[in-house]
Each structure stands twice: as structure tokens, then as C-alpha cells.
């Protein structure tokens, strides 16, 4: 008895214990899907050389798949990298439908950058034992920069700011007028690496008065007519009068805007702040123009922003009137799928429910170039607790910031003598609490917005040809029918393309020795094969201009003369080529 007993344990205990190829697949949960073959921690924020060298040891584990090249120099003579994602087996990569991604356009939007480098891990990593991922790299290229401002991202880093300083990249600029650059930012008073907010004490003249639940939280005092006033005044973010104008804080570090920048509706920088004297001024956004255009095969772009948990479309301007209502149809299947995958993310058009953007990055792509283009705006505070019962602003990240971060975000009220004010209190979060997520939070923020790209992606177009079908019409006459379908929802050429003439249009052509090309066109009906778009001119080379449409098949007829071997091809910018051979 006590031996079966024994052969019994040894038996449970043997089929407990995985075996090897059980333990090589990893776990599931891991974005990777098994164990991967690179390890980078998401649980935190990397500087500006520390993005790099993550994509470069991934470009060391897959040479065959990524590789990089340098575009142009940022301000502070930083490279401005461009990681293309390509299986070279299936096609170079400027002959298949492009992605392009980028992050951190603004300085302290930190996160995009970590955004483009978990894509390219997660594409990388997943090659070859998923699917939709294999399918999806064999058929495209994906273009990932991941900073348009590495100036801004490595200030952001290095020296003391607060959630929203450190947007501008670094070149000196007089914003005050008084012949100065740069001379008077936000200063740490006290040394700690943060710069947060100036209170002031003034009994009974104030306009503010501390939360008689949390005396950190300052409220404003309503307006009233029985002469109520606060005891306390904010002074504004951590600093002094540098330059002794009377004023603090008013010209800080640089002050252009990239997103600010483009020749899509851009106007001068007294009616867009941060646009520049003429668009393209600012060398990184020069370099990323000029390869957007070098690669007309892009046909989907998204750029990585921060915070409020958005998917933003154009137009920027209301200016601009409504997109066409083919695209429309494309970019609200995309945003709401979109809404679904990122919880709290709201698919919004910029001008009608944010504000106007005049010279933006994602609608110059759209309006200028014809891509299906967004903006990500990545995070969204709800994550830190979408229960409706802690409230909003001040109090839910203050909240927020006692229970989960054990008060690490927070700088304690505390006196220092200030030259001006002279008797002052500093206190407040620190920047990396409002606009960046907490640590506990960034991997999953990472791989919904990286699955929002994967799924816009998955969109672009991708023709195929029918077996072609030849009737005999006597005289050695014949014709030749043949569908060429778009299996997907993105069409070849976007209607604000088609409409603007942007780009070229797509080519249906046909070529054989033995035969001779009396007509060709577009068959406007499927039951009646006389009805018939002929072209005018060269029936041998079809234009299309409005392209092949969002899961469209289009009806190719040629009456031709002779026969032998023959080869149709449809050629476009956005899609990669397809042709078929036969013989008749």
C-alpha cells in the first residue's frame, strides 16, 4: 500500500513539473508572448541615449528585419534617427504600403518615445510565431522615429522642470523682446530637482484658501459681493527675476513648436504660437519633411503626444471645411475601433472637440499629402482610477498620489525667502506626475497604443488580381476580364488625394508580345458586359485615378488582338504592386 502510495506521488509529482518547451514558450500574459529574446523593462522612462540603445539592440538581434539611418540633426546637433522595419525577403521597403510612427514631438510628452521603441519590440519579438504580425511585416514597412524632439526629451531629463515645461526644443529664443534669449526660465529655488508652485500668505487679501480637508490643495474663492477673501495667493511655478524686468519666468528655455510647424494651414508665430518664421524652419522638422516625401508608399501615420487620452483627426482649422465623406467612413472605423482597444481615449476631430491647430504634423500629412493620419494623445488619467466616486483635478491626484504612490509625486508645502515675495511656501507634484503615467501603469499604456497602430496598419491597401477570364469574339479577336480587389479598408488613394491631385494615380496595365491592344476600360456594370469606360488613349496602360477603394473590386476589360503570354500589373504608391501571368 504505502509503495502504490509512493508511485502515486512520484506520478503527480512528475506531471506537475513543465517541461522544457513548456517553460521556452513563456508566459502568455508577456507582450512578447513567450520569452524574448530581447528584455527591456516598461515598468519605467528612458533618456534620450537610452531610447536609442534599446533600438539598436534590437536592430543587433534583427538585422534582417530593422535597420537605421540617420536623417537630419536637432538643434543641439542630436541625430534624428529613422528605424525602418522591413523583411527585405518580401520586397524592399519603399515597394510595399509604409507606416510611419513617431513620439515625443513635445520635450516633456516623454512617453512616445518608449511608445515607437515597444512597437518595434512587440513586431519584432512576435515575428514569426504570430500570424497577423507575420503577415503584416512580410506585406509592409513601418518607419519609426522615435523622438521629433530629442533637445526637449534629454532637457526634460536631465535638469529640474515641472509636468509642463521642457515642451519647446532648445534654440534661443527672445520671447520677451527685451534682446535677451533664454534668460529668464524657472529656477529651483531649493535644489530638489522639481520645479513646482509659489504660495504666498496673506491674511483676509488673498484669492485663494486652503482645503479644509487637505490644507496641500488650494481653492480658489469665489467671486461674491459680502467681501469673502482667501488668505493666500499663488505666485506661479518655482522662480525669480532673473533679468530684473519686473517679471518671473517669462522667457524660458526655446519656445517653438514642431506640431506648429507645417506647411498644412500654417500661419506666423503671432497668431500660432511656436509656428516660426516659415514653415519647416526648425532643422528636425525639415529632415522628417523630406523623408516623408522621399517615401510616397507611407500610407498610415500616427504620432505619439501626451496626455488626455485621445485619438485625434483633422481638419486642425475649421477653416479647412470637412474631409472627404469616403475618408470620413475609413477614419471612424479606425478611431472607434480605436475607442474600444484604449479604455478612456476618446476618437475626437481637433478643431471641433479640442481647439484649433494651425500647421499641425498629422493634418499636413492628411491635407498635404493624402495619408490617414492620428495623433495619440497617450495618456489618460481615468487609468489612475476610473471609479467615479474619487473626483477629479487636485484632489483625485492628490488622492491618487497618498494611496497608490505612497506620496511620492508630491513636494510638500515648505518655506523658503524669496527675493521678491520675500516670506513664500513651495510645494506641489512633480513633473512627472499629470502628463507622465506612473510607473505601475507604462507597459500597459505602451501595448494598447502600440495595438491601435498595429490595427491602423493592418488597414493599409492590398491589391490582388483574379484569374483573368478571355472570351473569343471571332477573328482572332478576344477579351480579357479580370477583378483587381483592395482587401482591406484602407483604398489606394485617399478622395482628398484623388480631389487635391496629390501623388500619383494607380496603373492597370497589361503587356504581351503576342498580342495587340485594340481597347480597354472600367466596366461600370458587372451583368453587362458592354458597359464600358474606354480610355482614350494607350487601352495597354490604364489610369486610375480615384484608385482601388476601401474593399472595392474594380471590373478590368481589354479587347485585344493575337495571343501567348500576357501579364497583367497593377501599380501604386501606396499598395505593393501586384501582377498576374497567363497564356492564351
Not at 514569426?128 to 511585416?137: A, H, Q, S
Not at 469616403?326 to 476618446?346: C, H, N, T, W
Not at 497604443?449 to 477570364?469: D, G, Y
Amino acid at each position: 500500500m504505502k509503495l502504490a502510495m509512493k508511485t502515486m506521488l512520484a506520478l503527480v509529482l512528475a506531471a506537475s513539473v513543465p517541461v522544457a518547451q513548456d517553460a521556452e514558450a513563456g508566459f502568455p500574459g508577456l507582450g512578447a508572448a513567450r520569452n524574448p529574446r530581447v528584455e527591456i523593462a516598461w515598468n519605467r522612462l528612458y533618456d534620450f541615449e537610452d531610447i536609442y540603445a534599446h533600438l539598436d539592440r534590437l536592430v543587433a538581434e534583427w538585422p534582417d528585419l530593422l535597420s537605421m539611418q540617420v536623417i537630419g540633426h536637432s538643434v543641439e546637433n542630436r541625430e534624428m534617427r529613422v528605424y525602418t522595419l522591413n523583411n527585405g525577403a518580401t520586397g524592399a521597403d519603399t515597394e510595399k504600403p509604409a507606416f510611419w510612427l513617431d513620439g515625443n514631438v513635445h520635450g516633456n510628452e516623454v512617453q512616445g518615445g518608449e511608445g515607437v521603441v515597444y512597437c518595434a519590440w512587440y513586431l519584432l519579438e512576435n515575428y514569426g510565431t504570430n500570424e497577423r504580425v507575420t503577415e503584416l511585416v512580410d506585406r509592409s514597412a513601418f518607419y519609426l522615429l522615435p523622438m521629433q524632439n530629442p533637445d526637449g526629451r534629454s532637457n526634460w531629463f536631465k535638469h529640474a522642470h515641472n509636468a509642463h515645461s521642457s515642451r519647446s526644443g532648445v534654440m534661443p529664443l527672445d520671447r520677451d523682446l527685451d534682446g535677451l534669449a533664454d534668460e529668464d526660465g524657472p529656477d529651483d529655488l531649493d535644489g530638489d530637482g522639481s520645479i513646482v508652485q509659489m504660495r504666498k500668505y496673506v491674511p483676509g487679501t488673498g484669492t485663494h484658501r486652503l482645503n479644509r480637508d487637505d490644507p496641500r490643495i488650494m481653492e480658489r474663492v469665489p467671486t461674491n459681493e459680502r467681501g469673502i477673501r482667501g488668505d493666500w495667493i499663488l505666485l506661479g511655478s518655482e522662480g525669480i527675476d532673473n533679468d530684473g524686468d519686473g517679471r518671473i519666468n517669462e522667457d524660458s528655455l526655446g519656445g517653438y513648436d514642431m506640431n506648429r510647424a507645417w506647411p498644412s494651414l500654417w500661419f506666423p508665430d503671432h497668431v500660432q504660437f511656436g509656428a516660426g518664421p516659415y514653415p519647416l524652419y526648425w532643422p528636425e522638422a525639415r529632415c522628417i519633411a523630406r523623408f516623408i516625401l522621399d517615401h510616397p508608399n507611407i500610407a498610415g501615420v500616427q504620432s505619439y503626444h501626451n496626455s488626455g487620452g485621445m485619438i485625434l483627426r483633422g481638419p486642425g482649422a475649421e477653416v479647412f471645411g470637412p474631409y472627404p465623406r469616403a475618408d470620413v467612413s475609413v477614419y471612424d472605423a479606425i478611431g472607434q475601433d480605436g475607442e474600444k482597444m484604449l479604455p478612456f481615449y476618446r476618437y475626437m476631430i481637433i478643431w471641433k472637440d479640442l481647439y484649433s491647430v494651425f500647421g499641425g504634423f498629422v493634418n499636413w500629412t492628411y491635407e498635404g499629402l493624402g495619408i490617414f493620419s492620428f495623433t495619440n494623445e497617450m495618456w489618460a488619467s481615468n487609468r489612475n482610477s476610473p471609479d467615479d466616486r474619487v473626483e477629479g483635478g487636485s484632489e483625485g491626484r492628490q488622492w491618487f498620489d497618498d494611496h497608490l504612490l505612497m506620496g511620492a509625486g508630491f513636494v510638500d508645502w515648505h518655506e523658503y525667502d524669496h527675493p521678491l515675495y520675500g516670506k513664500i511656501e513651495i510645494g506641489g507634484f512633480k513633473k512627472d506626475v499629470g502628463r507622465v503615467p506612473p510607473s505601475f501603469l507604462i507597459e500597459e499604456m505602451l501595448h494598447r497604443n502600440a495595438m491601435f497602430v498595429i490595427r491602423h496598419a493592418e488597414t493599409m491597401p492590398s491589391v490582388s488580381i483574379a484569374e483573368p477570364v478571355v472570351a473569343e469574339l471571332g477573328d482572332g479577336v478576344r477579351t480579357i476580364d479580370v477583378i483587381v480587389s483592395n482587401e482591406k479598408l484602407m483604398p489606394t488613394r485617399s478622395s482628398l488625394a484623388v480631389r487635391d491631385e496629390l501623388g500619383a494615380p494607380d496603373l492597370i496595365t497589361i503587356e504581351g508580345d503576342g498580342i495587340e491592344v485594340l481597347a480597354g476600360g472600367f466596366r461600370t456594370d458587372r451583368f453587362r458586359p458592354e458597359r464600358i469606360d474606354l480610355q482614350d488613349h494607350d487601352p495597354a496602360r490604364l489610369i486610375r485615378d480615384e484608385g482601388v477603394g476601401s474593399l472595392e473590386e474594380v471590373r478590368v476589360r481589354w479587347i485585344v488582338r493575337g495571343g501567348g503570354s500576357v501579364t497583367i500589373r497593377v501599380t501604386s504608391e501606396k499598395a505593393q504592386d501586384a501582377s498576374r501571368s497567363f497564356e492564351f
